[in-house]
């Protein structure tokens, strides 16, 4: 049975997807969950999150034989000649969470993805193009099954390209972080059909293997919600242009993603909205300089004063959201306190 896999995705970059993985991450750990992250973005950016410099200049040096699977493109760079994948060797973050570092090689991996996807729907010889379909999900799971992981959390990068088309084959939930702005909307709307489309390809092509040499993932990238990031009011009020696309999410949501009609007539539903977070602003660059969560850190840190409440509201609000996630994932299951 395979671990479930968590991928967040938008096709607009800058809207706080890679701080959220990286928050979550922590926060269903905190709460007993063994966590797998995995980076398929090519700039590594939630990566160099948990690692500092030093460290990803030892995981990137190509010249080391002895780290020859620590990134995941080192995994799957076999594939690119004659080879099969590699087992990865993940970084240790915390006892219940690991991490499968991503690596700016990967990008070179864009070309045959894309060669392979129509050869997948070929008469013979599907070995090949099936295992760098799906080498990503591959080396996921081969991750998950070293640490007995319960979910893998996966990052990808803000594009409809061919890295996160594989990226989302092997994806069982998507969760699609937004801001409220014309950019997101428009990418909301584009996203939805495409991953509707991504999902019956992949079925075609799966259908199209009809005895298949290994195990490979079913590709429903079944939408749980949205996430409205960095949120701020005034006067408890959203500012006039916040609230004019903030109210055209609900419905947008509904129709691009869910191909539910919605009357105009009635008010979308919001229950689609598995939060809307704040910025933290004053808190990210701390959090950053220590690597650690907004929610871990300390007066030692820095978080003293008005610090320490925003800190305490960080843990509340990503508590709920993971706790949101999980109940709509694992309808029922409880997370264990940590």
């Known amino acids: 049975m395979s671990v479930p896999v968590l991928t967040f995705f938008n096709s607009k970059g800058r809207v706080g997807k890679t701080s959220l993985v990286f928050h979550l991450a922590w926060m269903l750990a905190e709460m007993g969950k063994r966590v797998l992250a995995i980076d398929l973005d090519p700039q590594a950016n939630l990566t160099s999150a948990f690692l500092p410099e030093e460290d990803l200049e030892v995981l990137w040096d190509t010249d080391d034989t002895s780290r020859r699977t620590s990134t995941i493109y080192q995994c799957i760079r076999p594939l690119m000649e004659t080879g099969d994948i590699l087992v990865p060797q993940t970084q240790a973050i915390s006892s219940r969470l690991h991490l499968v570092p991503g690596d700016l090689g990967l990008a070179g991996f864009e070309d045959f993805l894309s060669q392979e996807w129509p050869n997948a729907l070929g008469s013979r010889n599907l070995y090949r193009p099936f295992r760098i379909l799906s ?3 591959q080396v996921a799971q081969m991750a998950a099954r070293q640490h007995s ?4 959390l996966a990052d990808v990068g803000p594009n409809l390209g061919a890295i996160n088309r594989s990226a989302l084959i092997g994806t069982d939930h998507v969760v699609i972080p937004l801001a409220a702005d014309l950019f997101s909307l428009q990418g909301l709307r584009n996203l939805g059909p495409t ?9 075609k092509r799966v259908d199209n293997w009809v005895a298949p040499a290994f195990a490979l993932p079913a590709g429903s990238m079944q ?14 009020r959203p500012v006039k242009a ?7 999410i609900p419905s947008t949501y509904q129709q691009a993603v869910l191909s539910d009609r919605v009357s105009v007539t009635s008010k979308p539903s919001d229950d689609n909205c598995l939060a809307k ?5 004053s808190l990210v660059p701390m959090a950053q300089e220590v690597r650690k969560p907004i929610f871990q850190l300390s007066t030692a ?3 003293i004063g008005s610090h ?5 509201d960080a843990r509340t609000d990503f508590a709920a959201l993971a706790a949101a996630i999980l109940e709509r994932i694992e309808p029922g299951s409880e997370p264990e306190p940590s």
């Open 308 to 312: 320490s409440y925003a800190v305490r």
């Open 242 to 248: 916040y609230g004019k696309w903030a109210d055209r």
């Open 135 to 137: 080498s990503f999900w």
């Open 301 to 303: 840190d820095g978080a």
């Open 149 to 152: 992981a319960d979910i893998i």
């Open 277 to 281: 977070l704040k910025h933290y602003r």
């Open 195 to 203: 991953l509707q489309a991504w999902r019956q390809d992949w079925k």
């Open 223 to 236: 939408p749980v919600g949205y996430i409205l990031m960095q949120h701020s009011e005034r006067l408890s």
